[in-house]
């Protein structure tokens, strides 16, 4: 009972209150410290990334940094985060103005989410880009420039080629450097379907890469002055190969899981059910990983076209590195961000560390993409003789315009399962997606 | 008289007692405020909590509903018109629907099917209980994310997936399950029966276990059958856990975003799978509307509101619990 009224107690527990109250209401203002600067003079960053690559990547570009700018050392902190996860904080860091990382990782998909403020919450990186503009591959550049600013720049350039089965294509007596266009390729397939029985390749149902490499590779967008323009006589006659491969041809069926990168998928190519894949240059990487089987037996080749002058190839997939408007160094974390990605040094590590086609092509016949790794041990030495020769033909799209990611939920809703279900024509279903992503569109 | 006399005799009498108390009040009221205060105090935290991370976010909500919203300094207050957007909008009526056939079947498995298990889990006379208890329970004990994929993989379109290898003992051609509507929904049922059974199974035998053995024994005198003993006494008996598990299961079917995301992502072929939830973060975070997004939440809590208005008006009508 005496205890009641014993003053320490009662210090004590007054104490205790408080610390209870305090933690409770300072969890929530995690702000960065005063200083932006450690004990031995580096200045903090801190990156956000959704990838562990990415962030080997980063911590081996600051160690360079640091050895050639003794005078600007920086201590990068990256935090890795699941692609989800670090997407939705990003994004409410960045509209509440609070909590965002100096530096961050964003897949070209949702850039457009964050160029719909009116003021887009990155910083412009245009000027420090500038020296390097010319070894860029441009489309790559564009992707992640809005209102003539350049934003971000991407690890990789994504260009797509084909991977041909070469088992299955010798058996089938095809050699895959004759087929130039995309009716070579049908006929192929259907030649390899005769003689093996097995499918040329598969159709996508929930992604489009394969659509969208014929689409950018004639020329050809699916938005137009910033509205839904999916419906052009280029993207049927694409959609409508791609259909007829599966229901005119049958030289394809529609992949498993609805897409060719899941471990399904993975699975099933490494089996040897498909005489080839059409896909960017970072599907080496899982090719490497999952399809074991395969390695030695992988032919890469340049898209075949639809009509002469179509591009080879084109820039798919993607994310790009930025810098945040609350970045505590602006100046410096943009010169380090841009220097890390686009010189040459950054650019031939983009490779070495991550297995990328770099975003500088004039590396690309730099003697450090001949040297021995996991891919040129499954691919062979010759990987960037070949895409080299694709540089000049790396088609883009409108990925990053505000509308992409309306039409592109549209197309890949409703479009592209009715059309693979052979329940509608390509042409009205292009049209449904148009009048739908843009009644969307307008609405906003 | 005498009582009104006796009684200011008694206050005067008590004058100067009070007055000594007046003048050394201190420990006294304080105790008594103590007293008064101390349960606001205890309270305080989770109303402070409720109040910053439930109430603001809320009523935060709703306000952002009526505005088009792409950032802290880009904010247009839009009036009704996301709410035009919404009626106009056929995704939300798939969505709406979805959701509402999902509930309908989980409320019309996850109630019997449990209430029966736990009756055979409550007999005496059943062999290896606490094994097939847990055995049912574990499911809920994975995570949804992690089941998700395997039921993903299972409901493979290829002939090799685990539920066309069974049908294809009986026949039936491969079936591109996650494709169409109506298998789809099987697919999303399927794995929340999995997941649910065991935990339904666990609140209907808490029920089961306070029912009085004497009921029973009295009915047994009376010569009632067993089908009669379950349906007069278990059946009213466990009626406020049917109660309960049907609110948490129409939350929990409006709710739904888990086990569709890992089937799909956040967009389904033609929305055969898309929920309200999954519905809101496409529009929120993959397509940075806001807006539109709190707009939908606006429009799933008021529909939830009214369904479970429905449900315990209903309810309460035929019984006054």
């Known amino acids: 009972m005496k205890n009641k009224h014993n003053p320490a107690r009662k210090i004590f527990s007054f104490f205790l209150a408080f610390l209870l109250i305090a933690s409770f209401s300072l969890a929530g203002c995690g702000n960065k410290s005063a200083t932006n600067k450690t004990s031995d003079g580096k200045t903090k960053l801190v990156m956000w990334t959704f990838v562990q690559q990415h962030a080997d990547y980063w911590k081996d570009a600051v160690k360079t ?130 003689k093996t029985g097995k499918y040329m390749t598969s159709v996508e149902t929930a992604a489009d890469f394969v659509l969208d490499a014929m689409i950018s590779q004639q020329h050809s967008d699916v938005i137009k002055n910033g509205k839904s323009a999916a419906a052009q006589d280029k993207n049927i006659k694409a959609l409508q190969m791609l259909h007829d491969w599966v229901y005119k041809y049958g030289i394809a069926k529609k992949a498993e899981s609805g897409n060719q990168d899941n471990e399904e998928y993975f699975g099933a190519f490494n089996k040897g059910n498909y005489a080839s894949v059409i896909m960017p240059e970072w599907y080496m990487s899982r090719m490497v990983t999952y399809m074991k089987n395969l390695s030695g037996k992988i032919d890469i080749e340049p898209l075949p076209v639809f009509n002469s002058g179509d591009n080879r190839s084109a820039g798919l997939g993607g994310t790009s590195t930025v810098v945040t408007n609350q970045a505590t160094d602006k100046a410096l974390a943009k010169k380090f961000v841009v220097e890390s990605k686009a010189s040459k040094e950054g650019a031939i590590k983009q490779w070495t560390i991550l297995g990328f086609d770099p975003i500088r092509s004039d590396v690309w016949t730099a003697p450090e993409m001949k040297a021995d790794n996991q891919y040129t041990k499954y691919f062979g030495k010759d990987i960037f003789d070949k895409i080299s020769a694709l540089k000049n033909e790396i088609g883009g799209m409108s990925f990053t315009s505000s509308a992409y990611p309306t039409v592109n939920d549209q197309l890949l809703t409703n479009t592209i399962p009715n059309v693979m279900k052979n329940k509608v024509s390509v042409k009205k279903a292009l049209e449904d997606a148009d009048k739908a992503a843009n009644k969307k569109l307008t609405s906003k | 008289m005498a009582s009104v006399q006796s009684e200011s005799n008694r206050q005067s009498g008590l004058q100067p007692q009070i007055r000594q108390e007046i003048k050394t009040p201190a420990p006294k009221r304080r105790k008594i405020n103590k007293q008064k205060v101390a349960p606001y105090l205890f309270v305080l935290p989770f109303v402070i909590v409720f109040l910053v991370f439930s109430v603001y976010p809320f009523v935060n909500a709703i306000i952002m509903s009526f505005q088009r919203l792409h950032g802290l300094d880009d904010t247009v207050f839009v009036g009704l018109r996301n709410y035009k957007q919404l009626i106009h909008d056929p995704v939300f009526y798939k969505v709406l629907w979805n959701v509402t056939r999902y509930t309908f079947w989980t409320i019309l498995i996850l109630i019997p099917l449990p209430l029966v298990l736990a009756v055979i889990m409550n007999l005496d006379s059943t062999p290896y209980k606490s094994f097939f208890r847990s055995v049912f329970f574990l499911p809920v004990l994975t995570s949804t994310v992690i089941a998700g994929i395997v039921f993903r993989f299972a409901f493979s379109r290829e002939s090799t997936g685990v539920f066309n290898t069974w049908i294809g003992h009986l026949g039936i051609k491969p079936v591109d399950w996650l ?20 935990v339904n199974m666990i609140y209907f035998l808490s029920g089961l276990q306070s029912i009085p053995k004497e009921l029973y024994e009295c009915a047994e005198i009376d010569g009632a059958s067993p089908w009669v003993k379950f349906k007069s006494i278990t059946l009213p008996m466990v009626r406020p856990i049917t109660t309960y598990v049907l609110t948490i299961s129409i939350l929990a079917g409006f709710s739904l975003f888990n086990e569709s995301y890992v089937y799909w992502g956040a967009s389904s072929p033609d929305d055969i799978g898309s929920t309200f939830l999954t519905y809101i973060y496409k529009n929120a975070f993959g397509q940075g509307e806001f807006g539109y997004a709190c707009t939908l939440g606006v429009a799933m809590f008021v529909i939830v509101m009214i369904i479970n208005f429905i449900q315990v008006t209903v309810r309460g009508l035929f019984k006054e619990d």
């Open chain 1, 65 to 194: 940094w640091n050895k050639n700018h003794p005078k600007e050392k920086i201590d990068l902190k990256v935090n890795v985060l699941p692609f989800d996860q670090m997407n939705q904080k990003l994004q409410v860091a960045l509209n509440s103005g609070n909590g965002a990382p100096d530096i961050a990782d964003i897949e070209i998909g949702q850039f457009a989410t964050y160029t719909k403020s009116s003021t887009v919450p990155f910083v412009d990186l245009t000027k420090t880009v500038q020296p390097y503009m010319a070894n860029l591959v441009k489309s790559r550049v564009d992707n992640y420039t809005f209102k003539g600013k350049v934003y971000g720049l991407d690890y990789h350039v994504g260009t797509t080629v084909v991977y041909y089965n070469m088992d299955i294509m010798k058996k089938a007596g095809i050699d895959p450097s004759t087929i130039k266009t995309w009716e070579d390729y049908t006929k192929a397939g259907q030649t390899v379907k005769q």
């Open chain 2, 179 to 198: 494709d169409s509507p109506h298998t789809a929904m099987f697919a999303l049922v399927v794995i929340c029966v999995w997941r649910w059974l065991g």
